[in-house]
């Protein structure tokens, strides 16, 4: 685990909801086609577990994407994303909308982009990340980068950094851990 500053854990602390762009932080930014014009997007499993994980401990989860895609919504959907707003060319109007009807305040919401796009949201949020891969010009307005990029486990990162700085990690994953292993009992 990586040793936050005192604010930066505060900040995690306080979070209920964590909000995600797709391409380029859920997906590796690749777009793409088949000869029919079908757009194919590959998830990564175990972000999609983390996530899973942050929905077990009782976070609700967004997405903010500024493009539509059915794989989209069908994964949302698979992992149980509360929050969905799609071909969001102005993500402000969709972050302070999800504000809206959940009722959260910036500072309970955790956002992760990785584009120019991005950067209203993140400068509102209580907790911006981006991914290594991200564009240069979003760095600035991060809280924090992570060691894996998009599509590579970035967002399993971020749950887990979550889960285990609110102390809800092992509540979530004692039923992966409940037996002890055979190098344990010797």
């Not at 909801?17 to 930014?29: N, Q």
């Amino acid at each position: 685990m990586m040793i936050f500053q005192p604010e930066l854990i505060e900040r995690i602390k306080k979070l209920k909801l964590m909000i995600f762009d797709v391409d380029g932080v859920l997906t590796d930014g690749r777009i793409i086609y088949t000869d029919t014009g079908v757009e194919i997007k590959a998830f990564d499993v175990q972000d999609g577990h983390g996530m899973k994980l942050l929905v077990r401990a009782g976070f609700d989860l967004g997405i903010i994407t500024g493009r539509y895609s059915r794989a989209t919504e069908i994964r949302a959907e698979e992992i149980g994303i509360k929050y969905v707003h799609q071909n969001a060319k102005n993500k402000l109007l969709a972050y302070e909308e999800i504000l809206r009807e959940s009722g959260y305040t910036d500072e309970q919401v955790g956002y992760m982009g990785d584009d120019l796009i991005d950067i209203p949201v993140m400068q509102r949020v209580g907790w911006s990340v981006t991914v290594p891969n991200a564009n240069n010009h979003v760095f600035p307005f991060a809280h924090y980068v992570t060691q894996r990029s998009g599509g590579s486990g970035a967002c399993r990162e971020v749950c887990e950094i979550i889960l285990k700085l609110q102390g809800l990690w092992h509540n979530v994953t004692s039923r992966y851990f409940g037996c002890q292993s055979r190098h344990d009992s010797k």
